[in-house]
């Protein structure tokens, strides 16, 4: 099992940055793929960004490409989102997502079914 912890969301104006954290335990950190997606009121959870085990490999969803990137430590056992330029259309709970991987499979994946592990979400709200 993966126990997944994210913090730092919260409520900012338009134009600004928040950054997510999520700490992940139970399974080694550097055999984790990792991945953000958002959930908006009465919407489906969407893809955010994601990065692949070692950090060579990340993708975006186009609606944040430019404004967020992803990035992860692996001594800290942590995955970052960090959002810049923040819109009201940003407003969500964000959810940090894991999935263990093979070192061959060193990918970056949008596919919400590919992830075994989930966090219990962090609200970002952004007001115009």
């Known amino acids: 099992q993966v126990q997944l912890v994210e913090i730092g969301g919260g409520s900012v104006q338009a134009g600004g940055s928040l950054r997510l954290s999520c700490a992940a335990s139970g399974r080694p950190f550097s055999s984790l793929a990792l991945a953000w997606f958002r959930q908006a009121p009465g919407k489906e959870r969407d893809f955010v960004a994601a990065i692949s085990w070692s950090g060579r490999s990340t993708t975006y969803d186009d609606s944040v490409k430019g404004r967020f990137t992803i990035s992860r430590d692996n001594f800290k056992n942590t995955v970052y989102l960090q959002m810049n330029f923040l819109k009201p259309d940003d407003t969500a709970v964000y959810y940090c997502?894991?999935?263990?991987?093979?070192?061959?499979?060193?990918?970056?994946?949008?596919?919400?079914?590919?992830?075994?592990?989930w966090g219990q979400g962090t609200q970002v709200t952004v007001s115009s």
């Open positions: 997502a894991a999935e263990t991987r093979e070192p061959t499979h060193d990918y970056a994946s949008g596919i919400e079914f590919d992830y075994e592990y």
